[in-house]
Structure formats: C-alpha cells, structure tokens
C-alpha cells in the first residue's frame, strides 16, 4: 500500500528550477510533520526541509536556505518542495516522508518519520 507518491523530477541545468510534489493518502494526511529528503549514491540520506502541519512552521538544510521553499496544499492533498537556483550538488534522488506519531528524534533523523515516498531523481548539470 503506498503512501506517498513524488514527481516533478527531471534534469535541469545549474541555475535552474524545479518544483517536486508528493500526492499524499489519507491516512498520512493527517501527519504532524512531514519532510523532504534527499539521497546521492554511496552517502546517508539528508533532510532538507521540513513543514510542521499544525503551525506551518518550517525547517531548512542550510545548504539550501533561501533556494528551496517547502509548502502544503490541504485541498489537493500535495506537499511542494520548490527547488530554485540549482546547483550540480543538488542532484540526488529526492524523497517525501511523513510523520503521524510524535518523538524526540531530531527533524533530519530519519526515525522521526514513518511514512516514505519512493523518490524521484533530480540531476543538475553544470
């Protein structure tokens, strides 16, 4: 059963944009949190921005602070990951996860998350 499903990859070349969407089921529809990652081959997945549902509070990587801009859409049921000013480093595969029970566990620890996307690839070329 999937949960969340990401699109809106693509290759781009340095300078460029792209906007990544997660179409969110029901039953993560209601997350307290929900986040994107992203992961390159051979290297440990990274959170890059995160969006508390309830506050709209939001949290950055702070290699893509003031690049990339995540929002929510409640009626289409969508999480958003604006990417602006791409840079070669950004390419990975990026990856939506959601969060429906709280913990301590830290925004970018992948355990504060129990729902994940299967990804979409993003290459950056320069």
């Known amino acids: 059963q999937v949960h969340l499903v990401e699109s809106g990859g693509g290759s781009v070349q340095s300078g460029g944009s792209l906007t990544l969407s997660c179409a969110v089921s029901r039953d993560t529809a209601n997350a307290y949190y929900m986040a994107w990652f992203r992961q390159t081959p051979g290297k440990e997945r990274e959170a890059v921005a995160l969006?508390?549902?309830?506050?709209?509070?939001?949290r950055y990587h702070d290699s893509v602070k003031g690049r990339f801009t995540i929002s929510r859409d409640n009626v289409k049921e969508a999480l958003y990951l604006r990417l602006d000013n791409l840079k070669p480093e950004d390419t990975a595969r990026y990856y939506c996860?959601?969060?429906?029970?709280?913990?301590?566990?830290?925004?970018?620890?992948?355990?504060?998350?129990?729902?994940w996307g299967q990804g979409t690839q993003v290459t950056v070329s320069s």
């Open positions: 996860a959601a969060g429906t029970t709280t913990n301590d566990f830290n925004w970018s620890d992948e355990r504060k998350y129990n729902f």
């Open positions: 969006l508390y549902t309830r506050s709209e509070v939001t």
